[in-house]
């Protein structure tokens, strides 16, 4: 049963477009959620992050909204690069008890930008 | 700062094998969590580790396991290496308390 879905494998942008990458989940207890990026042969890196009492959270060329009612958020890149070319993967995070957090991840969405 | 370490990069064993994976967290970072990434099930959480103590433990067989040091370094160990134990393990660590995980590199193990 998948708590965090990425329902997309793989999309494909024009550079200097918009990149839409979008994630549902189920567990009503997620509080924290996280989007990161990964290359081949490297390990995930932290972009982004959102508390569920927000609604969005900008960094730079990165956006995340949150839509807590129908338990979706999205990463915007605006404006695309190549450079973004990369595995996303969203995260949903749980509190477990004794100072834990845990970490729930999608299957990832596999940008490409064409330059 | 330092980034989160892990060794060795790569590693090739036999079934019935078993392999001890290395992690040293960023500076300060206390937590020290473990993941399984293959290709079919994405990121999979194996076991968290706090002070010393397994705080919280995903869904893997016994064959699993890890421990932590004083200084906040964690291994990782599997025994009877299966054909399906093959993936990137893949360790983070984070402040105590807090949410965001930040990831080492990996281990690419491949069990032939």
């Known amino acids: 049963d998948q708590q965090v879905k990425q329902n997309s494998p793989s999309l494909s942008v024009q550079e200097g477009r918009i990149s839409i990458l979008n994630c549902d989940y189920t567990?009503?207890?997620?509080?924290?959620f996280l989007w990161y990026k990964k290359y081949p042969a490297e390990g995930p890196t932290f972009l982004i992050s959102?508390?569920?009492?927000?609604d969005k959270n900008e960094d730079g060329r990165f956006t995340v909204f949150l839509n807590k009612s129908a338990k979706h958020l999205s990463l915007h890149i605006v404006p695309s690069q190549p450079g973004d070319s990369a595995v996303y993967f969203c995260?949903?995070?749980?509190?477990?008890?004794?100072?834990?957090?845990?970490?729930?991840f999608g299957k990832g969405t596999k940008l490409s930008v064409i330059p | 700062k330092a980034g989160v370490t892990q060794t060795p990069r790569y590693l090739i064993k036999t079934r019935g094998q078993q392999v001890t994976l290395s992690c040293s967290p960023i500076?300060?970072?206390?937590?020290v969590s473990w993941y399984q990434q293959t290709p079919g099930q994405g990121l999979q959480f194996l076991f968290e580790?706090?002070?010393?103590?397994?705080?919280n433990k995903g869904n893997f067989p016994g064959r699993f396991s890890g421990r932590q040091f004083s200084n906040s370094r964690s291994e990782m160990n599997v025994s009877t290496l299966e054909l399906g134990d093959s993936a990137l393990y893949l360790c983070?660590?984070?402040?105590?308390?807090?949410?965001?995980?930040?990831f080492g590199p990996g281990t690419r193990l491949t069990v032939l």
């Open positions: 983070a660590s984070s402040f105590a308390g807090s949410d965001t995980q930040y």
């Open positions: 567990n009503s207890m997620f509080d924290y």
């Open positions: 959102i508390s569920s009492i927000k």
């Open positions: 995260a949903a995070s749980e509190y477990s008890g004794a100072g834990s957090y845990q970490l729930t």
């Open positions: 500076s300060g970072h206390r937590s």
């Open positions: 580790y706090f002070s010393e103590t397994q705080r």
